[in-house]
């Protein structure tokens, strides 16, 4: 897939590596700055050029017109319109995804109609990540919470304790834990390597274990794992940006919110959008401050300034003047896995959200949904089965006479209304949604040509 990327800023780049890792991509990523391009074009297997995003001629020579898809991801919202704009009229590219950040836009979805502007896929890092903290607010005890099938099912990371009834024992009693429950264990990470889970695998203190089930289970299933944590009640935001203010909007009716910001422009803008949060004016990374704010009584510090050493430095300070669990904001992929796990509980990288978002779109066969897994060595995947027997190697099949590739199982099917959980004599169905998780990204190409229709 030839594939143009416009905008070298952490987002871009980070999309870029990511598609540029499949051998099938042809990745061209676009910016202003030669020296950003060449430092990129020396550690990166794709190909750059420099220009103005918008201009015709730049995206010609970026290869527009054989492109099967064009990402806009400056930081300049106008600027992605107008080049999704141009691709379309000029160059009649496929696919145009464009990273949209004023909200504003998104309260008149009719702009986007195709005979107004052409734009097909709307990206809001800022608002993916503001989904993400929420689901993980909403479930103190996740590490991660993620979606599928339009919200009917739940893929759900927790890290495995001593306390965990299912701790030290095989999955296969998970059933007898919980009679009438649908649940799975889709993957088990034990030192951030994979685990394919079996019946007879144990669960082991420190393990990160992802299951599948729907929302209403998701705290029985919990209770195996770990000791429950009391739901969040006092919530701690620093950094009044687009997420911060976003957070805070969504939580306040809910939770006893706080918001530090540093500057007195944003910080009265929040002020004046903000109905029941508090916003302080200061340094979230000011010991007297936070202490004045009885930062030990603070069940959440969520740090989401734009600036990755103040929001990790913050969060530490936080977490030892006694807040209960920490988070921060990292927009340096580097960052992420050196700093979660330790002092801050969870870091957030608007990076995996961002590619998450458009993966779906990458992916061949009816992918409805991509989202990655620990910083991207895996991924599960929400695709729809069509066909039937003869035309397709799933449809009509049980799943143990389906040919997954080593490292790939299906955790469950929805179908309709109803979760699934996936069983070896399970019968596919067309229309189907299988919820897939793929250990190795090198056998993606397998598990696509899977869901690929075959000509009679």
């Known amino acids: ?111 986007f109609h195709k005979e107004i502007l052409a734009v097909d896929v709307l990206i809001s890092p800022e608002q993916l990540v503001t989904e993400y903290i929420q689901r993980i607010i909403e479930d103190p005890n996740a590490l991660q919470v993620l979606d599928f099938a339009r919200g009917r099912v739940h893929l759900v990371a927790a890290k495995a304790y001593h306390e965990g009834p299912l701790v030290g024992q095989q999955l296969k009693i998970l059933s007898e834990h919980m009679p009438g429950i649908d649940t799975r264990v889709a993957a088990i990470f034990r030192h951030g390597q994979p685990i394919i889970p079996h019946g007879d695998t144990i669960v082991e203190p420190g393990d990160e274990v992802f299951f599948i089930t729907a929302q209403q289970h998701i705290r029985a299933v919990m209770c195996e794992l770990r000791r429950l944590e009391e739901p969040f009640k006092r919530i701690l935001l620093a950094g009044a940006g687009n997420i911060g203010r976003r957070l805070a909007k969504v939580l306040e009716s809910r939770y006893q919110v706080k918001l530090i910001e540093k500057n007195p422009v944003s910080a009265a803008r929040a002020a004046e959008q903000l109905a029941h949060t508090t916003v302080l004016l200061g340094d979230a990374g000011d010991e007297d401050l936070l202490l004045e704010e009885h930062i030990e009584h603070t069940d959440l510090f969520c740090a989401v300034t734009n600036d990755d050493e103040a929001n990790i430095l913050s969060a530490m300070l936080a977490k030892e003047l006694g807040a209960r669990k920490v988070m921060a904001l990292i927009n340096r992929p580097a960052y992420v896995g050196l700093v979660e796990g330790g002092r801050i509980d969870i870091a957030v990288s608007p990076q995996r959200a961002t590619i998450s978002g458009v993966l779906a779109h990458v992916r061949r066969g009816d992918v409805v949904k991509v989202h990655m897994l620990r910083h991207g060595t895996a991924e599960i995947i929400e695709a729809v089965v069509h066909g039937n027997r003869i035309t397709s190697q799933v449809v009509d099949r049980r799943i143990e006479e389906v040919r997954l590739p080593a490292g790939t199982t299906i955790a469950a099917i929805v179908r309709g209304e109803q979760l699934l959980i996936a069983h070896h004599d399970t019968l596919i169905q067309p229309e189907d949604h299988l919820i897939l998780f793929l250990a190795d990204k090198k056998r993606l190409a397998e598990v696509e040509r899977l869901f690929q229709l075959s000509v009679v």
């Open 1 to 111: 897939m030839k594939i143009i990327i416009l905008g070298a800023g952490q987002i871009g780049i980070t999309v870029a590596r990511h598609l540029a890792s499949e051998p099938r991509n042809e990745v061209t990523l676009l910016d202003e700055r030669s020296d950003v391009l060449q430092e990129l074009q020396d550690r990166l297997d794709i190909r750059t050029v420099q220009g103005h995003a918008p201009h015709p001629q730049v995206l010609a020579q970026a290869g527009a017109e054989d492109a099967d898809m064009l990402m806009a991801l400056t930081t300049n919202d106008e600027v992605n319109i107008l080049a999704c704009q141009v691709a379309d009229a000029l160059f009649h590219t496929p696919t145009k995804i464009a990273r949209i950040s004023a909200m504003e836009y998104f309260n008149y979805p009719r702009l």
